[in-house]
């Protein structure tokens, strides 16, 4: 298959050039700019795209090209950062501006270069320029503060733009990257949910081999999704395994046990582990603590059911793409760590298991194609995704079984309405809601009595591949409507507050 090597240069839309080639139905892998050759070119591709950065090229320990990607005769296109670094290594001169150029910004085109068709208007954000072009390159176009805002050697395919094409804010961007992954390069576009589906059949088959994989299952999209791929792969020698931790949502255990029965075939071994999980988070408040328990307590529950499901060797977790960049796995980025994942830096070091993550570099929608050319219903492929913790990260401070009904309850209700109204499943607006609980005591008034009781907090985004996101601007009305009912039925609430704050800088989840 076709793919397309991207170079992280500390960027914080890496990820997004890597979503965009994707959308493309072209395959892609997102290196750091220093991994070592064979890695990179382990997949034999097709072009390499250099992503922007904070540093500038003159800095000392400046990231660089390697010298391997300018000989191997592929083309290249420099972003940002990455065109600058690719002029430095190329014999041109960059140098600081005198005017820093941030924001959206009008483009000249002095070239009739197909890759810049139709352009005008593009997303910056640099402060240094190109001053001297490398040898044999020529301007494709420039702004008021860019001279050389694109750039190109057309004869070895060398293509460099100051701006950033990957970002919504660049009208006609994603034409800048199709041109070059599917024109210049010459990539296929067989990255198809027909295509991934097979490839983690054939790479979990490879992997097991004869033995057998126990399934760790929460009811998400994700793990469900795994888990039917796991099953095509080698049937009746999965053992699926759902782990009541007690910090589930309303009516979770029962749903997903009826889903797997009904819908993938599989019969599902349900595990009570509530007290023991409560029982561990007692008295615990900090996020990253409450995450790392709960992963330790996750494995250790599956370890111990190992030995009555014939120990098996492996265990199938639904970790996605956005778990493995926010946890900043060390094997794909640089990137600082923003919060570890239960499924990705909270598992304890000592576990027995080895792990089959067939989804581990997929994005949130590509899981929802591979579910759907899988046959799963709308309802599961469209369920709200929940977090590997549970409850235990939307009920902040500590989570005790009171706090937990709270929460489960202003939560049921908080669904149920988006729900009426529409705007949850696939044709609706939100692609995450839930509501979060506040160890924050506030004063009300209820039937003439002073009450001073708990808060709620609504979250609802929306967002195609969950690496970004923006809070979704629901109807007053029904949002009063959502407020009245949870005041009025969750007892130990008086008070409820809408989320406003887009990913970044706030992240999805609050911890």
């Not at 889903?259 to 509530?274: K, P």
Request: net charge negative.
């Amino acid at each position: 298959m076709d793919s397309i090597a991207i170079l992280d240069f500390g960027s914080q839309y890496a990820q997004l050039i890597a979503r965009r080639v994707r959308e493309m139905q072209v395959y892609c892998e997102l290196y750091p700019w220093d991994a070592p050759q064979e890695i990179i070119l382990a997949q034999k591709p097709k072009g390499f795209i250099l992503s922007g950065g904070p540093s500038s090229v003159y800095a000392p320990g400046a990231p660089s090209i390697q010298k391997f990607i300018l000989t191997s005769g592929l083309p290249i296109l420099g972003i940002c950062y990455g065109m600058q670094a690719l002029t430095h290594a190329l014999g041109g001169q960059v140098d600081p501006s005198t005017h820093r150029e941030y924001g959206s910004a009008k483009i000249e085109l002095l070239a009739p270069e197909k890759i810049l068709s139709n352009l005008s208007r593009v997303w910056m954000s640099h402060g240094d320029r190109i001053t001297r072009l490398p040898k044999d390159f020529i301007i494709l176009a420039r702004s008021a503060n860019s001279p050389v805002a694109a750039m190109a050697d057309l004869t070895r395919k060398y293509y460099a733009v100051q701006f950033h094409p990957e970002v919504q804010h660049t009208p006609g961007g994603g034409h800048v990257l199709g041109h070059f992954v599917t024109e210049i390069c010459g990539a296929a576009p067989e990255w198809t949910p027909k295509s991934i589906s097979e490839t983690a059949i054939s790479q979990i088959r490879n992997q097991v081999g004869g033995e057998r994989i126990l399934a760790a299952v929460s009811g998400g999209v994700d793990s469900t999704v795994a888990a039917a791929l796991a099953y095509q792969a080698i049937g009746d020698r999965l053992a699926a395994v759902f782990v009541d931790t007690g910090l589930l949502r309303h009516g979770e255990a029962l749903q997903v046990a009826q889903d797997f029965r009904s819908h993938i075939g599989i019969e599902l071994v349900t595990v009570d582990a509530a007290s023991k999980f409560l029982a561990g988070l007692q008295g615990v408040t900090d996020p990253e603590t409450k995450r790392k328990i709960v992963g330790k307590l996750f494995i250790r529950v599956f370890e111990s059911q190992a030995d009555s499901l014939g120990k098996p060797r492996f265990l199938l977790q639904g970790t996605v793409y956005p778990d493995v960049i926010e946890s900043s796995a060390a094997d794909r980025s640089k990137a600082e760590r923003i919060k570890s994942h239960h499924n990705v830096g909270g598992l304890p070091e000592d576990m027995s298991f080895e792990l089959v993550e067939p989804l581990r570099y997929l994005f949130k929608d590509e899981v929802r194609l591979v579910g759907e050319h899988l046959g799963l219903p709308t309802e599961i492929v469209w369920r709200q995704p929940f977090p590997g913790p549970g409850l235990t990260v939307r009920c902040i401070g500590e989570v005790t079984q009171e706090r937990l009904e709270r929460l489960r309850a202003a939560d049921d209700i908080y669904l149920d309405e988006l729900s009426s109204a529409g705007h949850l499943g696939k044709d609706g607006q939100v692609a995450q809601a839930f509501a979060i609980l506040l160890p924050v005591r506030s004063v009300g008034v209820m039937g003439d009595q002073r009450t001073y009781q708990e808060v709620i907090v609504l979250r609802a985004v929306t967002s195609e591949d969950f690496m970004t996101a923006d809070w979704t601007h629901l109807p007053q009305e029904l949002l009063a409507r959502i407020s009245s009912r949870i005041v009025n039925e969750v007892d130990g609430i008086n008070r409820v507050v809408y989320d406003i704050t887009s990913k970044p800088p706030a992240t999805i989840e609050w911890e």
